[in-house]
């Protein structure tokens, strides 16, 4: 098992930045991979970006690319997601997902064994 801590929300105008922090613990030598995805009220989750863990490959959204930047701290297992330039639009709840063994594409929500509580970034106008 893997348990997953989301922390760094809150409330931001826009313009600004905001880091999230993912801590993972537990088996957490079994990961492959780490993404970061989003739900707004009233709309589906969607992906905002994905680490392959041991190679360090990312993949961003095109809504969030160039803006924000998924990183890692193998010592700590704790996976980062800074966002910059916040637009209203990023107002969402953020999850940290992990996959242990996967097969398609990191920006599907089905391939994440593990995710955590959520984190509310409200980006205010």
């Known amino acids: 098992q893997v348990q997953l801590v989301e922390s760094g929300g809150g409330l931001v105008q826009a313009g600004g930045s905001l880091r999230l922090s993912c801590a993972a613990s537990?088996?957490?030598?079994?990961?492959?991979?780490m993404g970061w995805f989003r739900q707004a009220p009233g709309k589906e989750r969607e992906f905002v970006t994905a680490?392959?863990?041991?190679?360090?490959?990312?993949f961003y959204a095109d809504s969030v690319k160039g803006r924000f930047t998924i990183s890692r701290d193998n010592a700590k297992n704790t996976v980062y997601l800074q966002m910059n330039s916040l637009k209203p639009e990023d107002t969402a709840v953020y999850y940290c997902?992990?996959?242990?063994?996967?097969?398609?594409?990191?920006?599907?929500?089905?391939?994440?064994?593990?995710w955590g509580q959520g984190t509310q970034v409200t980006v205010s106008s």
């Open positions: 997902a992990a996959a242990s063994t996967y097969q398609g594409s990191l920006r599907i929500g089905n391939v994440y064994d593990y």
């Open positions: 537990g088996r957490t030598f079994s990961n492959n991979a």
């Open positions: 680490m392959r863990w041991s190679v360090g490959i990312t």
